[in-house]
């Protein structure tokens, strides 16, 4: 198994560009996250899904769409970048809700926005 | 206020020493996670715990739920320990963490 993937590793926007973070897994995991983390501040919940066709709003999800069409991908899209969304990004799966399961971790998507 | 909190901050320990992490949250929660951040970047689960204490190999974690406090400790610490350890709580109320700032350790040899 390849685990939890994400690609692109870097990408450096300029200011007001759209992209999309992709992340995949082939666990069959119904939970999927994508996470935030700045220096100084802990890890932080953007948006998550349960399930397919099933998202919902984290912590910060101002600047950011998702969308889980089928179980194993569940991209992540910025539709007109600020230099404020210049962070590290993590998606994460588990089979269980948080609370009752290990989290997976992809390898992360290093994001700059000029 | 973080609902989260960790201390130290930062630990630098000599090879071979016992390594106490703390975590303390102020809401209830339904678990509580323990994750390791290599220096390369990526997470790795390490426990999860509700109740009482777990042990994987040189690592053990206890929790204390009345107290709102867990430790994560090392038992004769290598410099391949050398990460950082973040604790994340899950509320009883939803299904998102909330993660504190993290513990940057470093073993020397």
């Known amino acids: 198994n390849a685990g939890v993937t994400q690609t692109p590793k870097f990408q450096v926007l300029k200011t007001g560009q759209s992209m999309t973070l992709q992340c995949a897994q082939d666990m069959n995991h119904e939970y999927m996250s994508w996470y935030r983390q700045d220096p100084g501040m802990g890890l932080r919940l953007i948006h998550y899904?349960?399930?397919?066709?099933?998202?919902d709003q984290g912590e910060v999800p101002n600047g950011y769409n998702v969308s889980r069409s089928t179980t194993e991908d569940f991209p992540l899209r910025l539709l007109s970048a600020a230099p404020s969304q210049t962070s590290v990004y993590f998606c994460a799966s588990s089979r269980d809700i948080p609370g009752f399961g290990t989290q997976y971790f992809g390898p992360g998507t290093r994001l700059l926005v000029l | 206020k973080n609902e989260v909190e960790q201390s130290p901050q930062n630990l630098t320990a000599q090879e071979g020493e016992f390594i106490t992490i703390n975590c303390s949250y102020s809401?209830?929660?339904?678990?509580l996670h323990w994750l390791q951040q290599h220096p390369g970047g990526g997470i790795v689960s390490l426990f999860m715990?509700?109740?009482g204490k777990k042990k994987h190999g040189r690592l053990i974690a206890t929790i204390n739920i009345q107290e709102k406090h867990s430790s994560l400790h090392i038992t004769a610490s290598h410099p391949r320990d050398s990460a950082v350890y973040i604790c994340a709580v899950v509320r009883n109320t939803g299904n998102q963490f909330y993660f504190g700032t993290g513990t940057s350790l470093t073993v020397i040899p």
């Open positions: 715990l509700s109740s």
């Open positions: 899904s349960v399930g397919a066709g099933i998202t």
């Open positions: 809401v209830g929660i339904s678990a």
